[in-house]
């Protein structure tokens, strides 16, 4: 398993030689920055530059390969101009999931409020309404339909800081804070986290999720 404190006294301080004063923020998210991680988790980076060319890009790269664990490391790369220009709704769920390492993402805390939440859940319950039929019909496949139920999770988060104020990031924290159906989809996705659902269980489960997020997109339409 790979140490996220060891590979972060090598990453930051070689990120700092590289790009100097042009890093805005490096951070972590994911499974490593939630305190959720198993012995399989990739460790996502967060990385914001003043700006963002091509050879920014090779040279990120250069600097990722040099280290270990080359094959666990991902993540998010991009210059501040774009980023702050990001729709709303994502960028409320990556400031809420982002841990600042060096540097700040302070210029995103006015995405981060109950009306970008409200974005987050609409635009998150219409990608999973999609991804629901197309997989149902098409791909059939239980790989995507638990990723989907991953992907739910993250809607949960911003809707119960949309109804409460209070945002939990862990995802297991969730479930004892949720009730009826929001507890129901966040019990199945906790539980495929553990394992791939049977092909035979594609139609059922999948029924539930494309139901609630249609009820979500009703509720949380824009106006």
Request: proline share 6%; aromatic share 8%; net charge negative.
């Amino acid at each position: 398993m790979l140490d996220p404190n060891a590979y972060l006294a090598s990453f930051l301080p070689a990120l700092q030689a590289r790009f100097g004063p042009r890093l805005v923020c490096a951070g972590l998210q994911g499974s490593y920055g939630r305190g959720e991680a198993a012995e399989t988790s990739d460790l996502d980076l967060v990385v914001i530059l003043d700006t963002l060319g091509p050879g920014d890009l090779d040279a990120y790269d250069a600097l990722l390969s040099a280290l270990p664990h080359r094959e666990l490391i991902c993540g998010f790369l991009s210059g501040r101009e774009e980023l702050a220009c990001w729709d709303r709704g994502e960028l409320f769920q990556f400031y809420r999931d982002t841990t600042p390492l060096l540097g700040s993402l302070e210029f995103l805390a006015p995405m981060a409020g109950p009306d970008c939440a409200r974005r987050a859940v609409h635009t998150g319950a219409c990608a999973l309404y999609h991804a629901c039929v197309h997989n149902r019909l098409h791909e059939k496949d239980p790989c995507l339909l638990q990723g989907l139920y991953k992907s739910a999770l993250f809607t949960l988060q911003a809707k119960h800081f949309a109804d409460t104020g209070v945002y939990l990031r862990r995802h297991g924290d969730l479930l004892p804070a949720l009730s009826g159906a929001d507890r129901a989809i966040a019990a199945t996705a906790l539980e495929l986290k553990g394992r791939t659902p049977e092909p035979g269980e594609v139609d059922t489960l999948t029924a539930p999720l494309l139901s609630w997020a249609g009820g979500l997109i009703r509720v949380f339409c824009p106006v």
